[in-house]
């Protein structure tokens, strides 16, 4: 399985971007996806995560109401819809897949299998 992410850009705060990730394999359906995003000197953390099989969505705290993930399982492909962009959004972003995962684990970097290369967002003020 591989994945590709992209849209990634530079964008002022208040704006919008739509990122990508392509999924390769068969049995996209099956397979949960997730965000993950890193900035410099801060840890790598949750974003947004889709379950597999049709199941629920999840975000993280800090982008409730301004982020949206969905699927689009004809094109193997997961978007993650970023709007009213703060600076603190200012990060590389790091689409990640796994079949295994379970509600609990949605949120956690290491239930996750398959990872993309990232896409960087810079939020300018």
């Known amino acids: 399985v591989q994945l590709q992410a992209s849209g990634g850009g530079a964008v002022q705060a208040g704006g919008s971007l739509r990122l990508s990730c392509a999924v390769s394999?068969?049995?996209?359906?099956?397979?949960?996806v997730g965000w993950f995003r890193h900035a410099p000197g801060k840890a790598r953390e949750f974003v947004a995560a889709?379950?597999?099989?049709?199941?629920?969505?999840f975000y993280a705290d800090s982008v409730k109401g301004r982020f949206t993930i969905s699927r689009d399982n004809t094109k193997n492909t997961v978007y993650l819809q970023m709007n009213s962009l703060k600076t603190e959004d200012t990060a590389d972003y790091y689409c990640a897949a796994g079949r295994r995962l379970i509600t609990s684990t949605m949120t956690r970097a290491e239930s996750y299998d398959y990872w993309g290369q990232g896409t960087l967002v810079t939020v300018s003020s």
């Open positions: 889709s379950k597999g099989n049709g199941g629920a969505t």
């Open positions: 394999g068969r049995t996209f359906s099956t397979y949960s």
